[in-house]
Structure formats: structure tokens, C-alpha cells
């Protein structure tokens, strides 16, 4: 007989198997990957992956995401730019999903992220009634749209490149691709017991 | 709390979402149950788990080819034509220069959506079989790290947008792959619906502990 403390049980993060929380040496016993074993340096992948993301997140602003030339003149929308264009052009539905996509969602995914690391480990909101899991599942289930607004652009650059007409992608494509790319890392890399050790 | 051993753990489940513990209990056929406290599914009883899912593995692998090499949409701009196929697109990307978008989509709609589903079959065919007791772990592993990369979904609404921004300017047509993508995604949501990763663990468990108890036995 082994004497369980109900709360020191784990979650595989991989195959969902509940598991005892042994420290330094947690395989999973069903699908032998590692639950949750750096003890040390717990936040840190979270937080570069975050700040890495955060950083592309910059010119994925600055510069421009779609390149129109027509008949000769080039010209560049930015994120914020297109979404104005399409809103001015009465296309709100448009406008409002890429208005959410590429800067609701990753600005929110940045706040709730950041609040996620600094609130496990500092004692900030403790008696708040936020379900910090739910919150952490939410997060991990929007995180992944942001990436609409890449496709777009990359289908409109397949579609449209007639002999006067030709739309091209710009620098920021690139910079918001890996923007989300890196926070779905720090989500990732993100460890949810911590969560619950902090309650 | 007290267990007879670590293997006495498989019996408790914790949600998937709000992380509270539950004693798992058996179910009918067919039903699911629910957290008390955030009422998300936590895991359903099928009987017949591998014949389902081998079934709905196969028809999606069918219309992820039909998505891939039939042209998806069809422009007509200023007299001329032009249409994309899911490659095509990707490979635009790399003319153009941006290998780290393009190889970023290659992946997120093309390799991971098809090696989803081709693990799915590979497993399933393995516990339909009854073999594959270290192959089929590796595999589950595998599948579970690859899920939340596949965004199929994504890019079916992607091209959603693109067609609307474009309303006014060209002439569509949509080609028989869209219809297959969509397809195609309704058969993936509706099979992360209703298969959930840990349920296909709990068949493999099911299927090799009686394995075993057969062999002892005889």
C-alpha cells in the first residue's frame, strides 16, 4: 500500500495519465516522457520564448504585412492598416476577424502569459477567483488563430500575380509568423503544475 | 487517500480543463462522462473505438488528397486565370523568398495535418490487430506532441477571408479541393470531439493487460 496525497497527483502533460509526483526523476508511467521534471529553472523557457515573441511581435507592426503593386506603384498596408482598409471599405466582418486574429489574440495571449509567470511565482492575486487552468486551456485553445492572417497573405500572394496585378508579402509576414510561432512555445513550455503548488 | 500500487493511479482521471480530480467510473456504451465542476468531457466508453476510428481515418486521409492536388480556388482577374492548390501555395512562399513562412505553413497545413492522420491509422490498426504494445506507445507520444500543431481549420478559414477580401475585384470559383478541405476539417474536429488521446490509452491498456492475463492463464 502507498499513502497518495490527493493534491501532490500529476497530469501527464502528454497522455493525461495521473501520476505521482516524484521531483527530480517524474517519467510518466504510461508513456514514459518526462512530467514536469526542470525543478530549477521552471518559468525561464516560458519566459525566453515569451520575450522572443513579444520582440517579433514589434515589426510584425511596423513593417508592412501585404505589398499591392498595381501597374507599377507599390503599395505596403500594415497589420492595423489592412484592418482600417477593409473597415473603411465596409467589409466588417473581415475587418473584425483580422482585427482579433493579428492583435486581439496575441496581445491577450501576452497578458494572460505574463500574468500566468509572474502570478506562480510571486504571490500576486492569490485569493483572486480566477481558474488560472481554465485560463491557461483558453489560452492554449485561441493561441493558435493568430496564424489566419499568415495564411491569408500567403493565398492571396498564390492567387493574384497577373501580369499588372501582383500581391506580394512583406517583412512582417515573417515577423508575425515566428511571433506566434514562439507563443505557442512559451505556451507550451509553460508548466501547469505550478499552477497548482501556488493555489 | 490509499492505492495498492502506481498502477491502481489509472483509475482516477484529472480534467482536462479545470485540473480536479475524479474517480473514473464505468459507463454505457456510448456514453461520456462529465466534470462535476466545469462539466468538459473527460472521457467516453466506445466498445468499438478502433473500428471507428480506423473508419474515420481513412476517409480523411482520402479527402486530405482530394484537398491537396485538386485546385482549391479559381480567379478570374483582368482576362486571365489563376488558381491554387495547397502546395501551390506553400510553394509560392519559397519562390518568393520567405523560407521561414513557407516552411512554417508547410508544416502547420500540410505535414502535420497528414501525419496526424496517418498515425491515427497506424494505431488504430495496431490495436485493432492486437500487436504493437512498445510501437503503439511511441506512436500515441508522437500523436499527442503533433496534435495542436495541425491547423487544417485555420487555413480552411483563411481562405474564407482571402475570397472576401477579393469579392468586388475578381471572379471566384471555388474548385472541388475546398470542398474536400471542408470536409476534411469537419471530419478532424469531429474526431477530436469524440476521440479523445487519453481513450485510445485506455483501449491500449484494456487490450494488453487481458493480452497478458491470457498468457498467463492458459
Same mark, same amino acid.
Given at each position: 500500500?502507498?499513502?497518495?496525497d490527493?493534491?501532490?497527483?500529476?497530469r501527464c502533460?502528454?497522455?493525461?495519465?495521473?501520476?505521482? !509526483?516524484?521531483? !527530480?526523476i517524474?517519467?510518466?508511467r504510461?508513456c514514459?516522457?518526462?512530467?514536469?521534471?526542470?525543478?530549477?529553472?521552471?518559468?525561464?523557457? &516560458?519566459?525566453?520564448?515569451?520575450?522572443?515573441a513579444?520582440?517579433?511581435?514589434?515589426?510584425?507592426?511596423?513593417y508592412?504585412?501585404?505589398?499591392t503593386?498595381?501597374?507599377?506603384?507599390r503599395?505596403?498596408?500594415?497589420?492595423i492598416?489592412?484592418?482600417?482598409?477593409?473597415?473603411? =471599405?465596409?467589409?466588417?466582418?473581415v475587418?473584425?476577424i483580422?482585427?482579433? +486574429? &493579428?492583435?486581439?489574440i496575441?496581445i491577450? %495571449?501576452?497578458?494572460v502569459?505574463?500574468?500566468?509567470?509572474?502570478s506562480?511565482?510571486?504571490?500576486?492575486? %492569490?485569493?483572486?477567483?480566477?481558474?488560472? =487552468?481554465?485560463?491557461?486551456?483558453?489560452?492554449?485553445?485561441?493561441?493558435?488563430?493568430?496564424?489566419?492572417?499568415?495564411?491569408?497573405?500567403?493565398?492571396?500572394m498564390?492567387?493574384i500575380?497577373? +501580369?499588372?496585378?501582383?500581391?506580394? +508579402?512583406?517583412?512582417?509576414?515573417?515577423?508575425?509568423a515566428l511571433?506566434?510561432?514562439?507563443?505557442?512555445m512559451?505556451?507550451?513550455?509553460?508548466?501547469?503544475?505550478?499552477?497548482?503548488?501556488?493555489? | 487517500?490509499?492505492?495498492?500500487?502506481e498502477?491502481?493511479? !489509472?483509475?482516477?482521471?484529472i480534467?482536462?480543463?479545470?485540473?480536479?480530480?475524479? %474517480?473514473?467510473?464505468?459507463?454505457? !456504451?456510448?456514453?461520456?462522462?462529465?466534470?462535476?465542476e466545469?462539466?468538459t468531457v473527460?472521457y467516453?466508453?466506445?466498445?468499438?473505438?478502433?473500428?471507428?476510428?480506423?473508419?474515420?481515418?481513412?476517409?480523411a486521409?482520402?479527402f486530405?488528397?482530394?484537398?491537396?492536388?485538386?485546385?482549391?480556388?479559381?480567379?478570374e482577374?483582368l482576362?486571365?486565370?489563376?488558381?491554387?492548390?495547397?502546395?501551390?501555395?506553400i510553394?509560392?512562399?519559397?519562390?518568393?523568398?520567405f523560407?521561414?513562412v513557407?516552411l512554417?505553413?508547410?508544416f502547420l497545413?500540410?505535414?502535420?495535418?497528414?501525419?496526424?492522420?496517418?498515425?491515427y491509422?497506424?494505431?488504430?490498426?495496431l490495436l485493432?490487430?492486437?500487436?504493437?504494445?512498445?510501437?503503439?506507445?511511441e506512436?500515441?507520444?508522437?500523436?499527442?506532441?503533433l496534435?495542436?500543431?495541425?491547423?487544417?481549420?485555420?487555413?480552411?478559414i483563411?481562405?474564407?477571408?482571402?475570397?472576401?477580401?477579393?469579392?468586388? =475585384?475578381a471572379?471566384?470559383?471555388?474548385?472541388? +479541393?475546398?470542398?474536400?478541405?471542408?470536409?476534411?476539417?469537419?471530419?478532424d474536429?469531429?474526431m477530436?470531439?469524440?476521440i479523445h488521446? &487519453?481513450?485510445?490509452w485506455m483501449?491500449?491498456?484494456?487490450l494488453?493487460?487481458?493480452? %497478458?492475463v491470457?498468457e498467463v492463464?492458459?
Amino acid at each position: 500500500m502507498i499513502e497518495v496525497d490527493e493534491k501532490s497527483l500529476l497530469r501527464c502533460p502528454t497522455c493525461e495519465a495521473v501520476n505521482l !509526483d516524484k521531483g !527530480d526523476i517524474n517519467i510518466c508511467r504510461r508513456c514514459s516522457s518526462p512530467v514536469y521534471k526542470h525543478r530549477r529553472n521552471r518559468t525561464e523557457k &516560458s519566459w525566453a520564448y515569451l520575450i522572443t515573441a513579444m520582440i517579433a511581435y514589434v515589426p510584425a507592426n511596423l513593417y508592412p504585412m501585404l505589398i499591392t503593386s498595381q501597374f507599377g506603384n507599390r503599395e505596403g498596408t500594415t497589420i492595423i492598416g489592412g484592418v482600417v482598409l477593409l473597415w473603411e =471599405h465596409g467589409s466588417y466582418p473581415v475587418a473584425v476577424i483580422i482585427f482579433f +486574429a &493579428s492583435i486581439v489574440i496575441p496581445i491577450i %495571449k501576452f497578458l494572460v502569459l505574463i500574468y500566468l509567470l509572474i502570478s506562480v511565482k510571486y504571490p500576486i492575486g %492569490k485569493e483572486s477567483t480566477v481558474n488560472k =487552468h481554465k485560463l491557461y486551456y483558453l489560452t492554449e485553445a485561441i493561441g493558435p488563430w493568430s496564424m489566419i492572417d499568415v495564411f491569408v497573405v500567403a493565398i492571396l500572394m498564390a492567387l493574384i500575380h497577373v +501580369a499588372n496585378v501582383e500581391i506580394i +508579402a512583406g517583412t512582417a509576414a515573417t515577423a508575425f509568423a515566428l511571433s506566434v510561432f514562439f507563443t505557442l512555445m512559451a505556451a507550451h513550455a509553460f508548466d501547469e503544475s505550478l499552477i497548482k503548488e501556488n493555489r | 487517500m490509499k492505492i495498492e500500487n502506481e498502477d491502481a493511479l !489509472d483509475t482516477l482521471v484529472i480534467c482536462p480543463q479545470c485540473h480536479t480530480l475524479h %474517480k473514473e467510473i464505468p459507463i454505457q !456504451d456510448g456514453a461520456k462522462a462529465c466534470c462535476t465542476e466545469c462539466n468538459t468531457v473527460i472521457y467516453r466508453y466506445d466498445s468499438r473505438l478502433a473500428e471507428h476510428g480506423l473508419s474515420l481515418s481513412i476517409a480523411a486521409l482520402i479527402f486530405f488528397f482530394v484537398a491537396n492536388f485538386f485546385p482549391l480556388v479559381k480567379i478570374e482577374l483582368l482576362g486571365s486565370t489563376q488558381f491554387i492548390t495547397i502546395p501551390k501555395t506553400i510553394m509560392t512562399l519559397f519562390e518568393n523568398r520567405f523560407y521561414i513562412v513557407g516552411l512554417l505553413c508547410s508544416f502547420l497545413i500540410f505535414i502535420f495535418p497528414l501525419m496526424t492522420f496517418l498515425l491515427y491509422l497506424v494505431v488504430f490498426t495496431l490495436l485493432k490487430l492486437g500487436r504493437g504494445e512498445v510501437v503503439s506507445r511511441e506512436l500515441l507520444v508522437l500523436l499527442s506532441h503533433l496534435k495542436p500543431w495541425s491547423m487544417s481549420d485555420i487555413f480552411l478559414i483563411s481562405i474564407l477571408v482571402a475570397l472576401v477580401k477579393l469579392i468586388g =475585384h475578381a471572379q471566384i470559383h471555388m474548385g472541388i +479541393a475546398f470542398w474536400a478541405l471542408i470536409v476534411f476539417v469537419l471530419l478532424d474536429i469531429y474526431m477530436t470531439r469524440t476521440i479523445h488521446i &487519453s481513450e485510445i490509452w485506455m483501449l491500449r491498456k484494456r487490450l494488453f493487460t487481458t493480452q %497478458k492475463v491470457i498468457e498467463v492463464t492458459p
